[in-house]
Nanobody
Framework: QVQLVESGGGLVQAGDSLRLSCAASGRPVSSDTMGWFRQKPGKEREFVAGITWNGGRTGYADAVKGRFTISRDNAKSMLYLRMNSLKPEDTAVYYC???????????????????WGQGTQVTVSS
């Protein structure tokens, strides 16, 4: 079993930056694809960004490309999401996810990720 715990969310103004962190525990995650999803109020969860096991590949949703950067530190079992130039439409609960089946790919669909954190709220005011 893997436990994922997000942190770093909060209330910011449009144009500000935030860095989300995700701490993984329970077993090593250095062989797994990890990523971030988000859920806006009244909407379904959507893919934000993903990263393969060694950081060799990353993928982003079009809405965040060029503003968000995903990274990981396997030695610390940590995943990060640096969010720059935040917009009110980025307001959502952000979830850390892990896919142990995705050896070197970055799925963008919910059911491909077996483990989810509890989420951290990001609110961007205009």
């Amino acid at each position: 079993q893997v436990q994922l715990v997000e942190s770093g969310g909060g209330l910011v103004q449009a144009g500000d930056s935030l860095r989300l962190s995700c701490a993984a525990s329970g077993r090593p995650v250095s062989s797994d694809t990890m990523g971030w999803f988000r859920q806006k109020p009244g909407k379904e969860r959507e893919f934000v960004a993903g990263i393969t096991w060694n950081g060799g590949r990353t993928g982003y949703a079009d809405a965040v490309k060029g503003r968000f950067t995903i990274s990981r530190d396997n030695a610390k079992s940590m995943l990060y999401l640096r969010m720059n130039s935040l917009k009110p439409e980025d307001t959502a609960v952000y979830y850390c996810v892990l896919s142990w089946k995705s050896i070197d790919t970055i799925p963008v669909v919910i059911h491909e990720y077996e483990y989810w954190g509890q989420g951290t709220q990001v609110t961007v005011s205009s």
